[in-house]
């Protein structure tokens, strides 16, 4: 850039004005589409700038209403049935308090808690946490060996009893493998939201809100900073990323 | 001695009682074989086990054998570690049962894998914060130590090192227990588990059940000798038996007792002390009357140190006791329901808040009848190559008791 | 007695050899290149790299990259899994793997190297889901950037 060499302070000042708009030229267009260029490029890697959260307002949770589930069982390729033996990423739970007769319903997936007891008994690694604070199985690595089933303490995982054929290519499941709610990690990499809240906001209820806990300008950080909530079983110190309200 | 039933020491013995043996030896394995290739084809679904009993009774087999295999070693470890000539004259026999019941146990536990083809992956990737990536590394040091440990008995050039060898075998069980009882201990989410009394009442257990073994083993194999036991060794042996077992109990009553005072914990005692149907049987009659007090008075009663038969039968109840209390611990730990919302009732389609159901599959009997198959079949093969038959030293045996 | 010897040499010599003989006989149609798997062309005009490059490397490939993909969620395009069975699904079954004609089956089958990919992984391609940036019913994700927007966007 060249400039005509003048004592006088105006000609600083022009300067100072001409550069700063072309600095703004040049570093406006990045924030502006800093909310397109956020989102995660496919070749990049997860982060640890980002964690992923999701809050569920039980009170908006609708009595019988399990469009959360049918919405997992339609993307992961699960069959929907409910035998002992079957698989079940997320379920409606139905509590009921013993002295007070008060009734709640809500969903219970898995917590892809911060510290959790599932990762930390996996003897392979198999059961991990990615950087963006999805916990997943890696079955790459699983052996089947069902023990982080034994140490969850919300009974997400399912093992996988029998041999699966067409599966959905986006998300592989296989006989004797252990797995569980991944936040449906193959659309949140797609800059979408899990399935389950996608139904209930879709009819309504609007119970589930998923988010970047790390962002506080995300609308869950918002509400979670103005709305009481609470982890289940949080005397456990597991921190974790699925928090309820109401109960 | 010169009767013809032997099955040790290649003398002048007939072979049939030996190819007997290893023939129901053989049979028990192939059908868990049987039993491991079905299960592996068609998946576990084949299986009573499901996603709320995840551990079932291939796991109660295989934990026993192996806490009687570390505290089988237990009867070498006496006598080269605290030097008592009884227990140094039995030390190779032990060191070849601790090996013969591990190889059982974890082939029962391997062949129960969702993936048993992924060893390979489970014996090159540790999360070294896993007590169960400690277990594979103790159980397989645990096959090179006490291999070492037996070839320095066993070799007389090598005969001054069993002691050292001896000391490390016994602080590498003392490791291995302590790692398979946390496996249980360090589960926090489970009210039957989360308690540091895990690993010690399993070391404990370990003693009774390890020396129940020897002591059945021992009497089986004088028997198809025709050699008498003597009653000097009967004795000591029958009542370090009684207080391993009364040490057992201990254990089981301070660990029930401190649960009784949490109110936490009351529906989990109420759980398996009263109203838990097969786990409260089990329990009371298994494990107490038949693990504990049972064998107790048998060994107590006047008269016992004259009675092989006597102790081999306390021994033989201590070993049914500690089978049903892995069948409480393991199976019962996981029936109860998790406790998600302590003070409310929860009921799902996952089957929350109901106490699980569990009946064992034929082929989940085969599997861990299997395990004892394996070891039955190692020490049949090796008492009939080596020779692992005590020979007592009984002068030395008289100066120790004086001492 | 030294001819009886070398006459009973002889003999166990030739019974070897006719019984090597008969029992290397299955394969010399082999060695003959008969049963050598026919691989059929997939879709598209080049696959990502050369046939040799990827015949040598593919197992390399594979167990990389999964893992940059499982642990780190690389999500290549490249080389993606779902990008092959999409590419290389036959027409006959639709899958890579169903029968012994099928891309990846005939290889591994001559080979008689068993893999255990399509114990988990769909053998047939599904439809690709569509990347939905910037939608109108943005997801969460978009409404973390509001201070960048400017009108004309929506939200």
Not at chain 1, 116 to 123: H, Y
Not at chain 2, 251 to 261: A, D, E, G, R, S
Request: with cysteine; hydrophobic share 45%.
């Amino acid at each position: 850039m060249s400039q005509p060499m003048q004592d006088s302070t105006t000609d600083r000042r022009d300067f100072l004005k001409a550069g700063t708009l072309v600095a703004g030229m040049t570093l406006g267009p990045g924030v502006l589409f800093y909310g397109v260029a956020h989102s995660r490029a496919p070749e990049e890697a997860a982060s640890s700038d980002v964690r992923w959260g999701m809050l569920i307002d039980s009170a908006k949770c609708g009595d019988g209403c399990s469009d959360c589930v049918t919405a997992c069982n339609t993307e992961n390729g699960l069959e929907g049935k409910t035998g002992p033996q079957d698989t079940q990423y997320i379920r409606k739970l139905n509590i009921k308090d013993l002295r007070t007769g008060y009734v709640k319903e809500l969903p219970m997936l898995c917590q892809h808690c911060e510290n959790p007891p599932c990762v930390d008994v996996c003897p392979t690694g198999a059961s991990m946490k990615r950087a963006d604070g999805i916990v997943l199985v890696d079955r790459h690595s699983c052996i089947g060996c069902r023990y982080c089933m034994m140490a969850c303490p919300y009974k997400a995982r399912s093992f996988v009893h029998e041999p699966i054929t067409n599966q959905n290519p986006e998300v592989p499941r296989g006989k004797g493998c252990v797995e569980s709610c991944t936040f449906c990690v193959q659309r949140v990499d797609r800059d979408e939201e899990p399935a389950c809240v996608e139904a209930c906001n879709t009819n309504g209820h609007k119970a589930m809100l998923f988010g970047d806990l790390m962002n506080p300008e995300s609308e869950i950080s918002k509400a979670l900073a103005t709305q009481a909530s609470t982890e289940v079983r949080a005397d456990l110190g597991l921190n974790t990323g699925v928090r309820y309200q109401g109960i | 001695m010169a009767n013809g039933n032997c099955i040790s020491q290649g003398s002048q013995c007939r072979n049939s009682q030996f190819w007997t043996l290893l023939a129901v030896g053989g049979l028990v394995v192939l059908g868990a074989l049987y039993a491991f290739f079905t299960l592996e084809h068609h998946g576990h679904v084949l299986t009573g086990m499901d996603n709320q009993i995840v551990w079932g009774l291939p796991h109660v087999f295989a934990v026993f054998l192996i806490v009687a295999a570390s505290g089988v070693l237990n009867v070498a470890s006496i006598g080269s570690v605290f030097g008592k000539s009884l227990y140094k004259a039995r030390a190779p026999l032990s060191g070849m049962l601790a090996l013969a019941m591990l190889a059982g146990g974890l082939a029962v536990l391997v062949l129960d894998l969702g993936r048993p083809d992924r060893l390979i992956v489970a014996m090159t990737h540790y999360n070294f914060k896993s007590i169960f990536a400690w277990n594979m590394i103790f159980y397989n040091g645990f096959f090179a130590i006490v291999g070492l440990y037996l070839i320095t008995l066993m070799t007389r050039s090598l005969k001054q090192w069993s002691s050292t060898v001896g000391m490390a075998a016994f602080l590498w069980r003392i490791g291995l227990t302590t790692a398979t009882g946390s496996i249980f201990g360090f589960i926090v989410a489970r009210s039957g588990f989360n308690s540091a009394l895990m690993a010690p009442m399993f070391i404990i257990m370990s003693f009774a059940y390890g020396l129940a073994v020897f002591l059945l083993v021992q009497s089986a194999m004088y028997w198809w000798n025709g050699i008498k036991l003597d009653e000097r060794v009967l004795v000591r042996m029958k009542n370090l038996l009684a207080v391993f077992i009364a040490a057992s109990m201990y254990f089981t009553i301070v660990f029930h007792l401190t649960n009784l005072y949490f109110a936490k914990q009351w529906e989990f005692e109420r759980f398996i002390l009263l109203d838990g149907g097969i786990y409260t049987t089990l329990f009371w009659v298994g494990q107490v009357l038949i693990g504990y007090i049972a064998p107790l008075a048998l060994l107590f009663s006047p008269g016992s140190r004259h009675s092989v038969v006597t102790v081999m039968l306390a021994a033989l109840l201590a070993i049914l006791g500690g089978l049903a209390q892995m069948y409480v611990t393991i199976i019962g730990g996981q029936a109860f329901p998790m406790d998600m919302f302590p003070g409310y009732a929860v009921t799902s389609s996952f089957y929350d808040g109901v106490v699980a159901q569990y009946t064992p599959s034929m082929y989940e009997w085969l599997l861990g009848l299997g395990g004892i198959g394996i070891a039955f079949l190692a020490t049949t093969v090796a008492v009939r190559v080596f020779k692992f038959m005590p020979q007592d030293d009984f002068a030395a045996l008289e100066s120790d008791t004086k001492a | 007695m030294a001819s009886i010897r070398t006459m009973g040499t002889w003999i166990r010599t030739m019974t070897l050899v006719v019984v090597a003989a008969f029992l290397a006989a299955p394969s010399f149609n082999v060695m003959a290149g008969v049963d050598l798997p026919t691989i059929k062309k997939g879709k598209g005009d080049k696959c990502v790299d050369d046939n040799d490059y990827m015949r040598r490397h593919h197992p390399d490939l594979l167990n990389h990259h999964r893992d940059g993909t499982m642990r780190q969620g690389i999500r290549t395009t490249k080389y993606s899994l779902k990008g092959c069975v999409e590419c290389h699904a036959s027409e006959a079954t639709g899958s890579v793997a169903a029968s012994k004609e099928d891309f990846c089956a005939a290889c591994h089958a001559y080979t008689a190297v068993k893999v255990d990919c399509w114990d988990c992984h769909a053998t047939k391609p599904g439809k690709r889901p569509v990347h939905k940036p910037g939608s109108v019913t943005a997801s969460p994700l978009m409404s973390t950037a509001q201070q960048g927007m400017k009108s004309g966007e929506s939200k």
